[in-house]
């Protein structure tokens, strides 16, 4: 690892703590990293930390999202002064810091969808959780306790980025299945599609679902391409699945990432284990890293720490 992992702004979804886990089955070298669910790219961002590809795609449906890691990678200057002018001006804002916050997103959601907006929503957001209503708008509320990521700490983030990925990163906002067309044998596929249960319609916690059958397709495609993954999917928590497996027949390897504590089992007074899926093609999983095996309540997988 090359000193820390930076990161533009707090996402809730992200991989970035399971970076590390992730990165035990890609291989040392390899020539193109493709994500086309891309969020705030923290494993393009992992790996371009340990200069493990030469190029990178980034795709994401969501496209504020794209425009906001475009402008970090391409132009953080630019990028951080602006989102400097609207995190200051909370605190002169004539109705107060939380009226400001609704007045931008008001902005962002008539229109004015650039770059430095989502940032500061993200940032100020309750969790860094993205939420949109039926009729597409941002209605996620603000944290009231907090004031957002200070312009120093984005500035030192998106510098640090924009050093590891400009002039190697193509970016686009286009459906995933596009992305894998482009996608050759060499490059690795990481796809961290929105989890089964909230995403086979239409999710507020995503810009867009996908559903089970067009992500097994999709997988398929690949396979038939010799096209390496690695895929984030469903989960167990408190010894309870989330979502089904994926078809046998499309013969990669499953493994448990110990993700840590269950956020919502604490809220209950437990102390329950969240355990995120990893697919992996056949070939990578042949030579990635020996694994432990799992507990025998949770037959059939494998885990690793």
Known sequence: MNGRIPHIVQYQGSKRILAQQILRYMPRKFNRLLEPFSGMAAITIAVSNEQRAMQYYINDINNPVICLLRAAVDTPTDLVK????????????PEGHIKHFYHIRDCFNTGEQTAENMLYLLARCVKGSVRYGKNGNFNQSPDKRRHGTNPKNVAENAYAISALLKGKTTFSSVDFRQILEVAVQGDIVYMDPPYQGVS????NRYFVGISFDDLSDAIETLNQKGVDYIISYDGVSGGKKYGNELPQSLNCKKFLLKAGLSTQAILLGKRDITYESLYVSKSLAETAIPVKTIPTQMPLMTITE
């Open 82 to 93: 602006k989102y400097a002018k609207i995190w200051t001006e909370q605190f002169t804002y």
């Open 200 to 203: 086979n319609t239409r999710d």
